[in-house]
């Protein structure tokens, strides 16, 4: 599940199957939802490497535990990608 939101307000949900994103895909998904929310400014200085002066943290994914499948945005608006049981 994939949910969005600003100030504790909805502003986007979808599930996806749990096989359609690896870990890494998925983080790319999250930073590309929240870079819709950038300045072209700063997606460019939040793409630099870590470390390189003038790198922005906005589309940084902070780490989870190796059997988490659970990534977050740390923006505002925010976004929360979870692996939950599907509905039978």
């Given at each position: 599940m994939i949910r969005g939101a600003d100030g504790g307000s909805p502003i986007y949900e979808k599930s996806v199957p749990v096989e359609c994103f690896s870990d890494e895909e998925m983080i790319v998904l999250l930073q590309r939802l929240d870079s819709r929310h950038?300045?072209?400014?700063?997606?460019?200085?939040?793409?630099?490497?870590?470390?390189?002066?003038?790198?922005?943290?906005?589309?940084?994914?902070?780490?989870t535990g190796p059997n988490n499948r659970?990534?977050?945005?740390?923006?505002?608006?925010?976004?929360?990608?979870t692996v939950e049981e599907a509905d039978e």
């Amino acid at each position: 599940m994939i949910r969005g939101a600003d100030g504790g307000s909805p502003i986007y949900e979808k599930s996806v199957p749990v096989e359609c994103f690896s870990d890494e895909e998925m983080i790319v998904l999250l930073q590309r939802l929240d870079s819709r929310h950038l300045e072209p400014d700063e997606v460019v200085a939040s793409s630099l490497p870590k470390g390189r002066k003038g790198r922005m943290t906005h589309l940084d994914i902070p780490p989870t535990g190796p059997n988490n499948r659970a990534h977050y945005t740390t923006g505002s608006p925010y976004y929360v990608a979870t692996v939950e049981e599907a509905d039978e």
